[in-house]
């Protein structure tokens, strides 16, 4: 069974940047894939970004394109999204999660494992 915690999170203003980080134990992420998710209050969770096993593939949600960047250090076990302009809109706890395959799939259905969820709060 693998764990994944998420940090990084917190208060920022808009325009403003974070750096969320994933961290799992239990199992080697090498050979799947990882996506970032997020849920606001009242809304359904969402699709972020998603990263293939070697990092070789990246998909973005269409609010996130040119904004968010996400990565991997398999050596390290570990998934980032580095956000930027962020704006209030984009406040929600994020989820990271473990893919079921290699590839990089959007549907929360693709996913297997997830964290707990890490607040953001952008401020206007």
């Known amino acids: 069974q693998v764990q994944l915690v998420e940090s990084g999170g917190g208060l920022v203003q808009a325009g403003g940047s974070l750096r969320l980080s994933c961290a799992a134990s239990?199992?080697?992420?090498?050979?799947?894939?990882m996506g970032w998710f997020r849920q606001a209050p009242g809304k359904e969770r969402e699709f972020v970004a998603a990263?293939?096993?070697?990092?070789?593939?990246?998909r973005y949600s269409d609010s996130g394109k040119g904004r968010f960047t996400i990565s991997r250090l398999n050596a390290k076990n570990t998934v980032y999204l580095r956000m930027n302009s962020l704006m209030p809109e984009d406040t929600a706890v994020y989820y990271c999660?473990?893919?079921?395959?290699?590839?990089?799939?959007?549907?929360?259905?693709?996913?297997?494992?997830w964290g707990q969820g890490t607040q953001v709060t952008v401020s206007s």
């Open positions: 999660a473990q893919g079921r395959e290699s590839w990089t799939g959007i549907r929360i259905n693709d996913y297997v494992y």
């Open positions: 239990g199992r080697t992420l090498s050979s799947y894939a």
């Open positions: 990263i293939s096993w070697n990092g070789g593939d990246t």
